[in-house]
Every structure is written in structure tokens, then in C-alpha cells.
T-cell receptor, first 109, second 112 residues
């Protein structure tokens, strides 16, 4: 079973920041937070992951609360190509990925 | 370019036939994975392999078989024992079990 809770859908205007929340209240100390996205009819794409500290890469930023019970993925300037299903996954280092149903992000012009 | 190649993109199977889906990677990754995705659902793990000549069952291995004779290849056979094989099949690889997984573009299997 997925260990995360995400809203089923969100909208975002093009050029604005998209903030995608994820709750993982039962996360263990050795579990990382991973984010993937899946554009229709393609394979999932790895975005970012983190343990405790906030992380940033060329695609997005990951903000993890101090108690690690929730996190937010931030796409700073959303484009139409960011329309996809976004999956938040918690996973210990050698565990398998468990994908839930994710958040369907619709970016509109 | 380095990546994961799945072929074919679309595959049709007659009832009672076995069919093999190809997955090749040139990323020099040790670990490889097969997932199944049904419409509106998340991914479910079928089989995974952390090293050549070794593989383990995932959550829904019944009706499927795999082999890992070469590091770069991890073919999946959907056997006639799989009663509901119509789905989107995704292959992934990673440098190791603790590293992010990178996915191919999938094979969509349909029953005629």
C-alpha cells in the first residue's frame, strides 16, 4: 500500500509556481521522499528525492517539513509541458518503489 | 544517448499465446525492474533483478517470467497463465537498489 496521500488533481496557470503537497505521516527515519511524474502514455520520469533537507535541481525544489510528515514539490515556473501525473513516494534505500495514484497537474495557458 | 529501450511500443496477443517484451539499457545499471500499469492506477511491481543471473518476484509475479542473462537486458514473458494481460508494461533500471529508477517509454499489450 502507498504510504503517501496526495490530492487527486490540481490546476496551475502557465508561468506560475506549482506547489504539489504530499502527506507521509508514518514515514520512518530511514525513508526518503521521492517524486516522479508521468506524462500521458510515457514512462515515469524521476524528478527529485530527499531525506531531511530541502533539495533543488534543474527541474524542481523539494521542501520537507521539519517533522518529515509532509513535503511539497515546487515547479517554479510551470509550463504546459509540465502537465502530468505527479507521484510522491516514500522509500527506504533498498525498498521497492510503491506508486499510488498521484496528483494530476493541469497547467493552463 | 544513454537510456532504456522498450520494444515494441504496441503489442497484440491472441489468447493462449505467450509473448515476450524486450527491455534493454545502456546505462550500465545493475538493477532492473518490470512494472504493470492499469488505466487510472499506479504502477505495480512484477519482477526485479539486482544483478545478472538473479531476480526476485514482485507483488504480482503470477503469470509472468523473466531472465537476466546479460546486464543490459531484462526480457519479460507474459504467459498464457496470466488471465488479464492487457496493460501498460514499464521497465526501469537503477545503478543500485538505493538509487533513483529510470524508466523506458513502455509497451502497451492488448489481447485480440
Amino acid at each position: 500500500d502507498a504510504k503517501t496521500t496526495q490530492p487527486p488533481s490540481m490546476d496551475c496557470a502557465e508561468g506560475r509556481a506549482a506547489n504539489l503537497p504530499c502527506n507521509h505521516s508514518t514515514i520512518s527515519g530511514n525513508e526518503y521522499v521521492y517524486w516522479y511524474r508521468q506524462i500521458h502514455s510515457q514512462g515515469p520520469q524521476y524528478i527529485i528525492h530527499g531525506l531531511k533537507n530541502n533539495e533543488t535541481n534543474e527541474m524542481a525544489s523539494l521542501i520537507i517539513t521539519e517533522d518529515r510528515k509532509s513535503s511539497t514539490l515546487i515547479l517554479p515556473h510551470a509550463t504546459l509541458r509540465d502537465t502530468a501525473v505527479y507521484y510522491c513516494i516514500v522509500r527506504a534505500n533498498t525498498d521497492k518503489l510503491i506508486f499510488g495514484t498521484g496528483t494530476r497537474l493541469q497547467v493552463f495557458p | 544517448d544513454g537510456g532504456i529501450t522498450q520494444s515494441p511500443k504496441y503489442l497484440f496477443r491472441k489468447e493462449g499465446q505467450n509473448v515476450t517484451l524486450s527491455c534493454e539499457q545502456n546505462l550500465n545499471h545493475d538493477a532492473m525492474y518490470w512494472y504493470r500499469q492499469d488505466p487510472g492506477q499506479g504502477l505495480r511491481l512484477i519482477y526485479y533483478s539486482q544483478i545478472v543471473n538473479d531476480f526476485q518476484k514482485g507483488d504480482i509475479a503470477e503469470g509472468y517470467s523473466v531472465s537476466r542473462e546479460k546486464k543490459e537486458s531484462f526480457p519479460l514473458t507474459v504467459t498464457s497463465a496470466q488471465k488479464n494481460p492487457t496493460a501498460f508494461y514499464l521497465c526501469a533500471s537503477s545503478q543500485g537498489p538505493s538509487q533513483p529508477q529510470h524508466f523506458g517509454d513502455g509497451t502497451r499489450l492488448s489481447i485480440l
